[in-house]
């Protein structure tokens, strides 16, 4: 069985464009790009893989002996490098004062008692808090609903505040050893 891909072709003024579809390495698309820009990733030998039958054949000078440099363009070419898919989940959303996407990203959920709220209800929570040298960063906040943001309050992930001794009760009635009682 024998894959025939046809590549898009622009008309423009009377030019026809062909367009190659460049993908990243995991195979996820990426751009359209020219019969040019494929033969430079062809060229500089970042071209990982291709599919499809060859679409177009481009011709280059002549050598010392004589010989004409071609180059075979397919369709649909991978190129080594980053992978889009791992540039996306490496990206962090910039935290702002405004917690739209932390809340988006959370579903509206408490991250403590697993509540589901609205918006207004909810509120940033660092998971180990900046007063502990905890990071206003996106791996270390979590929504929480203001009764457990407060319930929290200064309290490390083991339930721990410096210089407290005894139990605190959490919001399911369980107790935390060595954080502080609230009053």
Not at 18 to 39: F, M, N, Q, Y
Not at 76 to 103: D, E
Not at 142 to 163: E, F, H, I, M, W
């Amino acid at each position: 069985m024998r894959l025939l891909i046809v590549a898009p072709i622009l008309f423009l003024h009377t030019e026809i464009i062909v367009r190659v579809l460049k993908l990243d390495i995991s195979g996820v698309p990426e751009s359209w790009i020219t019969l040019e820009h494929a033969v430079g990733y062809y060229a500089t030998g970042t071209v990982a893989y291709t599919l499809g039958d060859p679409m177009s054949t481009l011709h280059g000078g002549h050598n010392r002996c004589g010989l004409r440099s071609t180059v075979d363009v397919h369709p649909i070419i991978a190129v080594n490098g980053t992978s889009a898919a791992g540039k996306l989940l490496s990206a962090a959303p910039r935290l702002t004062r405004h917690n739209h996407k932390l809340f988006r990203r959370d579903r509206y959920t408490c991250g403590y008692c697993g509540g589901l709220f609205r918006e207004h209800q909810l509120e940033r929570e660092h998971v180990i808090p900046t007063s502990r040298g905890g990071k206003d960063t996106w791996a270390n906040v979590v929504s929480a609903c203001r009764s457990c943001n407060q319930l929290k309050g200064a309290k490390t992930p083991d339930g721990k505040v410096p210089g407290a001794a005894g139990v605190a009760v959490s919001r399911a009635g369980a107790t935390m050893p060595g954080a502080s009682s609230p009053r």
